[in-house]
Every structure is written in structure tokens, then in C-alpha cells.
């Protein structure tokens, strides 16, 4: 019987099983730092196999720092941490689809490889600007001071200073990219088809997240640099200029698949359509009919209605070939003017412009709101109280989710501080009656002490977050209940859907499983009745059902039920999805029963038999009465 091997993939050995499918004459094997064979690239192969497209030598384009090869070897390098449910910190645990995940999320991403692959429809991240107080991640890959001086050649062989290293030429620059390189890279991972990745940002690193993402996502994958007005009034303390704005990157999976819902038509768009001439189609507006460049069979002479003669401007042509002009004359798609004596215009009917406005890549505080609103608006939601410095506003995340998401996507923040993410879906969710889930992760960064959020109660950033989204869920309930009374959430006499404003907490931690690190000769017996159970004492079953679906590659938020079938208590997943029972002494009744079942996946404790037959037992239970069923042990 297979085991659970719980610990995050192995993404190194995906890219080279991915390598080998195509190139297996650059396959190689080398020894770890055990001695142990293991696979490897041989990379003078590779290079000859794509002589024609590798570039050798310095003089090519690249974009590098000290740290980057580490940096991305860490983020593929897998790790045994778990994910450990919190159920009394959650909301509405058995029924939400929403998850809170505390912990570094370099971890975090690695541990949602599996579960979550491709399937991500939008991810927003307001990471550390850089700005020299803001970065409190502390990744093991980071160099040190002499390491980084040494390979970037600081000093000469005579240990003489070769050029002046400040903290912001280099290194400074250097942690940061290595920080956000392999959590894009496993972001990436996690996206579908037609995913797309929003980033805040400020003038710090902008240049360097552009190259980062051509790098991670491709350069053809890059949509917008959208500028947002986040300030409205100047700061007149500063010595040159006073930013008033700040950057959201955009970038896709994959461009050609990805589709942008556009914004909703607004009142003031629709009312600049009219229709002065009757037209049986409806409301419409003129459009100009001359375009540049130059094409040819686009420059012809047209006589108005009135009898004069008409060419496109110097330098310009029409927008339409004679031929498909005369089709538009023919079905009244031509304006000449109340007296038919102007220039031509194309004529555009509202009832064939698409449901959604094309967005522009400058967003104003006017409609997105700007970083004081934000504040404010979160101060009120804490009854008055200032928690949280500069958080995003709800409208700015909103508009995000309608341009790229559906109503049933999952949006993943992954820098979620104060979760206006999970604010914003839950309010989208309300409005346009969509289920979309949120996954919230956020590393549990101690608040100072001498803050109001402190003195409050809220000992690190996570306790901010989760209180965010159960008091904003508390007021979306509330208005929407409001509405229900007046009959406005009613149409056609179905009621709009109730929102998820629950969430489960889970949190990383080490493996669930014991690290044994004796020699043979080293086992006394009381070691080995200590070692009985190779599952820490201190895990209960949610714990274990929690590391099998990461490691299984189940979704996190799907319904579970507990049973109790001959006295053993046995966990069901989305109903027969996964069936995990990690009781002691499991005997054939409750296999049978299991197995009557026909669930795609079981999995049992390595202790829940005897011996080995007990398990062939099992084994051979399934292939008569579920044969489809995969069973795994932990």
C-alpha cells in the first residue's frame, strides 16, 4: 500500500522530468550531498541540443543580482510543513469556501502546489514597497554581507574597495528582488489558463518588478502598468516633486486565452448617445470615419447627400473600403448631419456596443477612492479606531475582479495585511449575487507595541485581518438584510444568493509526522515503543486530514462530515471525494463499509493494522468492491 509522502513537490524534479520528455540525451546522474544517485542536467549537452538558440559569452541582455540563482533554486526546493486548521479563530466553518492562511507565504505557496494548481483566476498583491522599513521578510536565501561583496567583486585580489556599496546600490535591491522572484514563480504556478496578476507598487522597484514578471510571466504576457491616483491633496514638505500615485502591475498567463469583462457602462457613457434621426435601432452616437496612415483603396472621393465632394484630411484615408462604405449607406450606418451636407461619421448604436467599457490605464481616486478614504473607511469598520497604515481601498480591488473575474473564481491575496481583498470579493459578491472565493495569507507579523492595535488586543497583523473580514461580512449581512425587507434583492421572484462571509483559518507548522535521525545501532527498545506511531503526539484527526488533502492535492474548502462506522470514526471530503479514518485497530467491517461507498481516494494511518497481511487485506477489499478507489497510507 502507497504512502503519503507529506511534503511539498519537488519542483526542481518536475523541470527536469519536463526536460527529459524532450531533450533525454541531456540527462544525466550526480550524487547529493548524501552520496545518494540522483538525475541531473548536463547542461554543455543542453547547449548543443539548442545550439542554434543558446547565447553564450557576456554581451546579451539579462537581467540579474546577487542571490537570483539561489533564490529561484529555494523557491523549488521543497519543504515538510503542514497547514493546521484553527477552527475556533474561523467563520462559519463547516459551509464557507473561504480560507485565512497564516504564515510566510513562500511556504504557503508551496504548500498549495498541489490543491491549487491552475486554478487560481486572479491574484492581487500589495507587497513591501522597499522604502527601507517596510521588509520583514527574512528568506533563508539572502546572502550575507561578505558573500555579496565577494561575487560582486567589491573588493580586488589586495582586498582594495573597488567602488562605494551603499545599502541602496545593490544589495538593498538585491534582497528584495530574490524576496519576490520564486513567490511569482509560484504564483504563476497556481493561475489557470486564463489567470491574471494585479501588483501595487510605488516608484522603488517598479523597474524591477517589470523585469522580474517579463521573466516569470513573458514579456508578451504583460497587459497594463495602470496608474492609480491614490492622493488628492500635495504634500508641500517635499523638496521637488509630491507623488500622488502609485502602480498595479497587470500581467497574464497567457494573453490569448485571458478576456477582460470591461468596466460597467456608466450613466454619463450611455447619455451620449441620442437619436436625432429616428433611427429604428435605437440610441446611437457618430464616430469619425477617417483613420491614419495611409492605405490606398481606403482614399476615394464621397458625395454627401447634398452633392458635395469629399476626400479624407492630408495624410489620412477612411476608415472603410468603398465598397464596404456603400454597405454602410445602404443600412443608414452613415451621418451626414440634420442637413446632409458634413463630413461624413460612422454611426454607433448602444444596442450593439459591448455589455462592458474598455478601462483606461489611469485610475482616479474619484472612482477607485484614494489612500485617505481608505484609511477612514477602516476606521470606522474598527468603531473609530486607527489600526492599519495605508490600506487599499475596497473599490480599487473591486475594480480589479470585475475587469478579470467571473462569479464563481478564486481570487488569491498572498500579501493580504489588512484583507481588503477578502473585503472587496465579499462586496462584489453582494452586489452582482457571484460566489467568488477569497484566499487570504498573511505571515503573522508581530504589531508594535506601543500601537493602538496592540493596546487593543491584536498582537500581530493576522488578528487585524480576520477581524476585518467578520466585521465588513458583519455589515454586508446587515445591509443586505435591509434590502431583503424592502423586497429589493428579489427578481423575478427568485431571491439573490446569500454572501460567504465566513472563513476557515489554517496555519503553517512542521510536518505532523516525526523526524527519526537515529542510526540502527542507536534503537533501544524504548525507543522503538516510543516510535510506534510515526505521528507527533500533540495532532488530532483535523490536523492529519488537513496534510493529506495538501499532499493528496484536495481543495482545502470543500464540505467534510464525520462518521462513526463500528465505533471508528471516519472523515468524509466533499462526500466520497477522499474518505480518511486514522483510528487504531480498523477491522474488515469498516474497510467493507468504506468501500461499499466507491470514494475516489482512502487513506488510513500506517498503524490502523496489525501486520502486513491486514493490509493486503484491505488492498484486495478495494479491487473487489471499489476498484477505482485509490487507497494511501500515512
Known amino acids: 500500500m502507497e504512502k503519503l509522502k507529506l511534503e511539498t513537490p519537488d519542483l526542481t524534479q518536475q523541470n527536469i522530468d519536463r526536460i527529459e520528455e524532450l531533450f533525454p540525451s541531456a540527462i544525466t546522474e550526480t550524487r547529493d550531498e548524501e552520496g545518494k544517485l540522483k538525475r541531473a542536467i548536463n547542461f554543455t549537452v543542453l547547449k548543443q541540443l539548442l545550439s542554434d ?24 526546493r521543497p519543504i515538510r510543513k503542514t497547514l493546521r486548521p484553527a477552527k475556533e479563530e474561523s467563520k462559519n466553518w463547516d459551509t464557507t469556501e473561504n480560507l485565512y492562511i497564516e504564515g510566510d507565504n513562500l511556504e504557503v505557496l508551496k504548500l498549495l502546489q498541489n490543491s491549487y494548481l491552475n486554478s487560481i483566476k486572479m491574484i492581487y498583491i500589495d507587497p513591501p514597497y522597499n522604502t527601507g522599513n517596510d521588509f520583514v521578510y527574512r528568506d533563508d536565501f539572502k546572502v550575507s554581507r561578505e558573500e555579496y561583496e565577494d561575487e560582486k567583486g567589491v573588493y580586488d585580489e589586495e582586498d582594495n574597495r573597488l567602488f562605494k556599496n551603499t545599502e541602496t546600490n545593490g544589495r538593498f535591491h538585491s534582497d528584495w528582488c530574490s524576496m519576490m522572484y520564486p513567490r511569482l514563480q509560484l504564483a504563476r504556478n497556481l493561475l489557470t489558463e486564463d489567470g491574471v496578476i494585479f501588483i501595487s507598487i510605488d516608484d522603488n522597484e517598479v523597474d524591477n518588478l517589470r523585469k522580474i514578471c517579463d521573466e516569470v510571466f513573458g514579456e508578451s504576457n504583460f497587459i497594463a502598468n495602470v496608474i492609480w491616483e491614490r492622493a488628492y491633496s500635495p504634500v508641500n514638505l517635499k523638496k521637488h516633486f509630491s ?109 450593439e456596443v459591448k455589455t462592458g467599457m474598455t478601462p483606461m490605464t489611469i485610475w482616479k481616486y474619484s472612482e477607485v477612492g484614494h489612500s485617505q478614504s481608505a484609511a ?73 507595541e506601543k500601537s493602538e492595535a496592540y493596546k487593543a488586543g491584536y498582537k500581530n497583523i493576522c488578528e487585524i485581518g480576520k477581524e476585518r473580514i467578520r466585521r465588513a461580512g458583519k455589515k454586508i449581512e446587515e445591509e443586505l438584510e435591509a434590502k431583503s425587507n424592502k423586497g429589493d434583492l428579489f427578481d423575478d421572484e427568485k431571491e439573490v444568493k446569500k454572501v460567504d462571509t465566513g472563513f476557515r483559518v489554517l496555519k503553517v507548522d512542521d510536518t505532523n509526522m516525526k523526524d527519526v535521525y537515529y542510526s540502527a545501532g542507536e534503537y533501544s527498545q ?44 471516519v472523515h468524509f471530503v466533499n462526500e466520497d471525494n477522499l474518505v480518511a479514518c486514522f483510528e487504531d485497530n480498523v477491522n474488515e467491517a469498516v474497510v467493507r463499509e468504506i468501500a461499499k461507498r466507491k470514494p475516489e481516494r482512502v487513506v488510513f494511518r500506517d498503524s490502523s493494522f496489525s501486520n502486513s497481511p491486514e493490509k493486503i487485506n484491505v488492498t484486495e477489499i478495494f479491487k473487489i468492491l471499489s476498484p477505482d478507489t485509490t487507497v494511501k497510507v500515512i
Not at 553564450?56 to 539561489?70: A, H, I, L, N, P
Not at 468603531?383 to 475587469?403: S, T
Open 53 to 76: 538558440e543558446v547565447v553564450d559569452g557576456e554581451e546579451c541582455y539579462e537581467f540579474t543580482w546577487v542571490g537570483k540563482k539561489q533564490s529561484i533554486i529555494e523557491g523549488n
Open 243 to 351: 507623488e500622488n500615485h502609485d502602480f498595479i502591475i497587470c500581467y497574464s498567463k497567457n494573453i490569448n486565452s485571458l478576456i477582460c469583462n470591461g468596466l460597467k457602462r456608466t450613466e454619463d457613457a450611455d447619455a451620449r448617445y441620442s437619436n436625432p434621426d429616428n433611427d429604428p435601432r435605437g440610441v446611437w452616437q457618430s464616430d469619425n470615419l477617417s483613420v491614419g496612415p495611409i492605405i490606398q483603396n481606403k482614399v476615394y472621393e464621397i458625395s454627401t447627400p447634398s452633392g458635395r465632394k469629399v476626400f479624407p484630411p492630408n495624410g489620412r484615408c477612411w476608415v472603410l473600403t468603398k465598397e464596404r462604405f456603400e454597405e454602410f449607406v445602404k443600412d443608414n450606418r452613415i451621418w451626414f448631419g440634420e442637413d446632409g451636407n458634413n463630413v461624413p461619421r460612422i454611426k454607433r448604436f448602444l444596442s
Open 376 to 448: 477612514q473607511n477602516l476606521k470606522k469598520l474598527f468603531d473609530n479606531k486607527d489600526y492599519f497604515d495605508y490600506p487599499k481601498p475596497v473599490d480599487l480591488i473591486k475594480r480589479c475582479l470585475e475587469l478579470y473575474s467571473q462569479e464563481d473564481s478564486i481570487i488569491l491575496d498572498y500579501f493580504s495585511g489588512s484583507s481588503t481583498t477578502a473585503h472587496a470579493v465579499m462586496q462584489l459578491n453582494a452586489e452582482d449575487g457571484g460566489n467568488r472565493k477569497f484566499i487570504m495569507v498573511q505571515l503573522p507579523e508581530a504589531t508594535d
Open 526 to 569: 524504548q525507543m522503538l515503543l516510543n516510535l510506534e506511531s510515526n505521528i507527533k503526539e500533540d495532532r488530532n484527526d483535523m490536523d492529519l486530514l488537513y496534510g493529506v488533502l495538501l499532499d493528496w492535492g484536495v481543495p482545502l474548502s470543500l464540505p467534510h462530515t464525520t462518521e462513526t462506522i463500528e465505533g471508528k470514526k
